[in-house]
């Protein structure tokens, strides 16, 4: 048998790699065509003329309510904690992010269950000051779009507080002291010079907040507002009009494909470079008196609101209905989570390391190109992404199903569409971008010469991949797969339009309770879903902790 020749091997990577990103790239590319496709032209006036302007307004409103209150909480607790020192600092430093822990669809259910007219606060209104009923008082709708907004701000914050305090941390005193020389006071350096170094971080943070509050469908479904993610399902699943789906799905992406764009305009058009080549932290201002106590009350009331209050409600109704929520159906759930978690991020680490090296080895750009196309699943809501995979997934199910029945008279039915295959393509499109850009900073690190003295060897590019990089990227690897998996066990609006009959994971289980006002009995599986959902956080608050080695030389 005659070996390969080298290009040989570097040709079959390549040819692997582009039939495996041009597959996950086939939902969104299936989105696209059906909606302009020529079934799609007879329902858009109708939509159109009807409830597409009303979701479009929704969408924004609540775009620009959640982008507002993450901002302010996000950068705000990011400043106090990186340049002040009070009380409690390096406590928040990491506890600020906890909330990132909680899915915005359980927040929402605990408030709704805390706050609405037969819960504990308006109960105990009415009993301290004697109100009758809601008409002898005012009291705030929870399930409205400012209360949506408001859940989803108390959770998505972390995403803006993570990219601006490691900006606030790059950087140097030198800077922030000229503002100082100049007559700024402390108020006018971080507005003049802090906020606009920061920028292009506070808008990546930004996008990321708005690309997840497109996806959501759990917490404005529970409060009934009607965005263009819940139209999605509406015209999907009760008008059954899978081209006026895919052109809801289309407008979504047109919105994804806004907020990508302004964000690499941000990166793009500010920027600093440091003028030395050793870099000096900037101290943190002490803060006392009721300066210190109004920082530490700012710091804590997200803290408290997006995760100790939700933790604490939970952990009292799983302590109370344990034994009625601990049941063969309940582990069969956590079971069906796990086991799908933990295939996807075998799929999505393998997939991304496989298209990561391909770029490594044969820097094309036309297949840098569809790697990127192929890694846009995490911008796409989840929905817009089961349109897609059913799509593609039901025309190959009915190409095998027409064959076998011309062929040999068998009926296949749902193969793929109908199985826990679809729920697997799902996720491994939705979070390959995670795994593919964690796996790529870590090959990033890796210096090229090992490969070249790997290869002088005679190796092929599988062996050195086996033998050289797969050992010097398993934190890579491993920290890939833990972001997958926890994602994955979050997830919803996919996992609700794609699982099989009778199927169901913790995400939809507490929707599903949880929809039917039976929180106490949801409330175990939704903290089994916080409590993983720790895992990453915990991972970024050390990972900010050992980013910056201050002093160090610049390279």
Not at 204 to 229: H, I, K, N, P, R
Request: aromatic residues 8%; contains cysteine; glycine residues 8%.
């Amino acid at each position: 048998m005659v070996p390969r020749s080298p290009s040989s091997h570097r040709r079959l990577w390549i040819a692997g790699s582009l039939l495996t990103a041009g597959t996950v790239a086939l939902p969104v590319m299936a989105v696209a065509l059906i909606a302009l496709g020529p079934g799609g032209g007879a329902i858009w006036p109708h939509l159109a003329a009807t409830v597409l302007p009303h979701y479009v307004t929704t969408t924004l409103l609540l775009m620009v309510f959640v982008g507002t209150g993450t901002v302010l909480l996000g950068v705000g607790g990011a400043w106090l904690v990186t340049l002040h020192r009070f009380p409690g600092r390096s406590l928040f430093e990491w506890a600020l992010l906890m909330p990132l822990a909680v899915p915005a669809y359980v927040i929402a259910y605990v408030y709704t269950d805390l706050l609405e007219y037969a819960g504990p606060v308006q109960s105990t209104l009415r009993a301290v000051f004697g109100f009758a009923n809601a008409a002898d008082y005012w009291f705030p709708e929870i399930r409205s779009l400012p209360g949506a907004a408001l859940m989803m701000t108390a959770v998505l914050y972390p995403y803006v507080y993570l990219l601006a305090r490691s900006a606030f941390l790059e950087q140097s005193a030198c800077v922030l002291e000229v503002a100082r020389t100049l007559g700024c006071g402390s108020w006018g350096t971080f507005w003049r010079v802090a906020l606009p170094l920061a920028r292009p971080s506070i808008v990546v943070g930004l996008a990321l907040v708005m690309m997840e509050t497109l996806s959501d469908f759990g917490t404005v479904d529970y409060f009934a507002v009607q965005t263009l993610t819940a139209g999605l399902y509406n015209v999907w699943l009760i008008m059954h009009n899978r081209a006026g789906a895919a052109q809801i799905a289309l407008m979504l992406l047109g919105f994804v494909a806004l907020l990508l764009l302004a964000e690499r305009l941000a990166r793009r058009q500010r920027g600093y470079q440091a003028t030395s080549t050793r870099l000096k932290a900037a101290p943190p201002t002490p803060l006392h008196g009721w300066r210190a106590a109004l920082a530490m009350l700012a710091c804590a009331m997200p803290v408290v609101v997006g995760f100790a209050v939700p933790v604490a409600v939970l952990g009292r109704h799983a302590l109370t209905r344990f034994s009625e929520s601990w049941t063969t159906a309940f582990t069969t759930h956590a079971l069906n989570s796990l086991a799908l978690s933990a295939g996807a991020a075998v799929l999505a680490v393998t997939i991304g390391l496989l298209l990561a090296y391909a770029v490594r080895l044969h820097r094309d750009p036309g297949l840098r190109l569809l790697v990127r196309i192929a890694g846009l699943g995490y911008a796409i809501p989840g929905a817009v992404l089961a349109v897609g995979v059913l799509t593609v997934l039901g025309a190959i199910d009915t190409a095998v199903d027409r064959m076998m029945e011309t062929t040999f008279g068998i009926d296949t039915g749902l193969l793929l569409s109908g199985s826990v295959f679809a729920l697997l393509f799902a996720y491994t499109v939705r979070f390959l971008a995670l795994s593919h850009g964690t796996i790529d900073a870590g090959l990033g690190r890796v210096r090229p010469s090992l490969d070249m003295a790997a290869r002088s060897l005679g190796r092929a590019p599988g062996q050195v991949l086996r033998a050289v990089h797969a050992p010097l990227i398993q934190g890579s690897l491993l920290t890939a797969g833990l972001l997958v998996f926890v994602d994955s066990m979050k997830e919803l609006p996919a996992t609700l339009i794609l699982r099989p009959f009778n199927f169901d994971t913790l995400a939809t289980h507490v929707y599903q309770y949880a929809s039917d006002e039976l929180l106490e009995q949801s409330a175990l599986a939704a903290l089994c879903i916080v409590l993983t959902g720790l895992i990453p956080v915990i991972l970024l608050s050390r990972a900010i902790t050992r980013a910056r080695a201050w002093g160090a030389p610049m390279p």
